[in-house]
């Protein structure tokens, strides 16, 4: 069992950065994938970015490619998510999850096994 919980969200005016982060409890971090899902009011949730147990492969939507960057911390069993270069079609719930994944080539395909509560981030123009 892995319970996640998010902070660092907030108020930020577009061009400009801001970092969330998820800190992980449970035996097994390290095992698992993690990553970021995001939903917009009135939209359905979409994927954001992920990073594989080891840490050593990184997948991004391609709306924020370039902009965000994923990363963890095993021995803190957390992991990040730097925004940069924010936009007003940002602004949504950022939820963590932990899980597996299904990757075909360069295509990465998240399964989601364990949720965060998810934290609001909001960029104003």
């Known amino acids: 069992q892995v319970q996640l919980v998010e902070s660092g969200g907030g108020l930020v005016q577009a061009g400009g950065s801001l970092s969330v982060s998820c800190a992980a409890s449970?035996?097994?971090?390290?095992?698992?994938?993690m990553g970021w899902f995001r939903q917009a009011p009135g939209k359905e949730r979409e994927f954001v970015a992920a990073?594989?147990?080891?840490?050593?492969?990184?997948y991004y939507a391609d709306s924020v490619k370039g902009r965000f960057t994923i990363s963890r911390d095993n021995a803190e069993n957390t992991v990040y998510l730097q925004m940069t270069s924010l936009k007003s079609e940002d602004t949504a719930v950022y939820s963590c999850?932990?899980?597996?994944?299904?990757?075909?080539?360069?295509?990465?395909?998240?399964?989601?096994?364990?949720w965060g509560q998810g934290t609001q981030v909001t960029v104003s123009s």
């Open positions: 990073i594989v147990s080891s840490g050593g492969r990184t």
């Open positions: 449970g035996r097994f971090f390290s095992g698992y994938d």
């Open positions: 999850y932990a899980g597996g994944d299904v990757i075909r080539g360069s295509n990465y395909s998240p399964r989601p096994n364990y």
